[in-house]
């Protein structure tokens, strides 16, 4: 029998989601790079059931009230890519932050819901531990975002690391860009997660520095690269 999302999660969306999700975007630059670092991290990606896609939403909506709660846990984006497709995003500065959260109150939520929510959701392929290589803060409210996921030739994952590198020095000119990481999935899988307030934001970011510097790189040190892989997303809640 299907696991059916609990009243107490969805009356929690109901009273809490919009106006925490509001407030939580707003300070969520300030606190957090004032005080923690951000070394490693989670990417979850998940494509909801026909018909489920609101429920997904409101599920991840829900969930930023839990993972408040979870100090160990210093940032927390839930976010879609399309009407079907969303994600989390999330760091720690410890493994034990990071263990906290797998077995806290969003994941056995989310593991809960799974089979009644989305399609083939699999733990091992869908919940990705990451290395965060770089991250740059600015304050603001994040409204929009970007999700790069590129692979490295082989021999050129170093190349690629110390390219993330530079990039955040670039991204600290450009005041529209709030947040933006570079992360690496595998030894050769890495991935850009940057937001924004509005689209104007972003769309400065992808005629800036950074993404000029990675097309131009990309033929050299990534893996049938293309524009495509470069994902406009939505942010849903952020802590």
Known sequence: MKTKVPLK?????????????????????????????????????????????????????????LVNQEPQTVSWYAFQIDDKTFGIYDTFETEVGRQAHLSGEVAKALLANADNLLESFDVSRSIQAVNVVASNHKPGIQNKGL???????????????????????????????????????????????????????????????????LMENAPVILESFDASAIQKIDILASK
Do not use: C
């Not at 809490?16 to 991290?41: A, P």
């Not at 020095?169 to 709030?178: F, N």
């Open 147 to 213: 999700l790069v996921i590129m692979k490295a030739k082989q021999g050129k994952s170093g190349d690629v690391e110390n390219f993330l590198n530079v990039g955040k020095q670039l991204v600290g000119d450009e005041p529209k860009t709030l947040s933006w990481y570079a992360i690496q999935l595998d030894e050769s899988t890495f991935a850009i997660f940057d937001t924004f307030k509005e689209d104007t934001g972003r769309d400065a970011h992808l005629t800036g520095k950074v993404a000029a510097a």
């Open 9 to 65: 999660l969805i009356a929690l969306v109901m009273l809490l989601g919009s106006s925490i999700q509001t407030f939580s975007k707003s300070i969520n630059s300030n606190n957090m790079n004032d005080v923690k670092k951000e070394t490693i991290g989670l990417l979850v990606i998940m494509k909801a059931k026909a018909g489920k896609e609101q429920d997904v939403k409101n599920f991840l909506l829900g969930g930023l009230a």
